[in-house]
């Protein structure tokens, strides 16, 4: 049996109800309406529609998103990608185009953090067309 690498692809004809969990990397160009859970990397290709949360390692998101997203390292919104809902990551990054509706919460996560490192939100600019909102929980 050969050994598998690369990521594993669900393409843009493809309809899942129900609840995914992958190991490694998954690339998702179709239609979900679940749960997504992961310790690996999720990218949402520019066809996908995801209905559900979403918790993973990381992710990249190009399509839509309709749902709740918890990521451990970093979460990047693409130029025109759609997310409503809320995030939590210790990175983000918001590309100029992309479409932001929800609270998100930029977190310290994994190993002790050093008395100067400090979670980071990366925003390209000028994003008049997104639409932020930036909520912060005590």
């Not at 709740?68 to 990608?81: G, S, Y």
Request: net charge negative; proline share 3%; aromatic share 2%.
């Amino acid at each position: 049996m050969a050994e598998h690498s690369g990521k594993d692809i669900l393409s843009s004809d493809v309809e899942i109800k129900g609840s995914i969990k992958f190991q490694k990397e998954l690339l998702i160009d179709g239609k979900v309406e679940g749960e997504i859970n992961s310790d690996g990397v999720l990218t949402i290709g520019e066809n996908a529609d995801i209905r559900g949360e979403i918790k993973t390692k990381s992710i990249t998101v190009f399509g839509k998103v309709h749902g709740n997203i918890t990521v451990a390292e970093r979460c990047e919104l693409k130029q025109r990608c759609t997310l409503q809902g809320d995030l939590k990551a210790a990175r983000l990054v918001i590309e100029e185009g992309a479409t932001f509706i929800g609270k998100s919460e930029v977190t310290s996560t994994g190993a002790k953090p050093s008395a100067n490192s400090r979670p980071e939100i990366v925003r390209d600019e000028p994003a008049a067309p997104a639409q932020v909102a930036f909520g912060s929980r005590s």
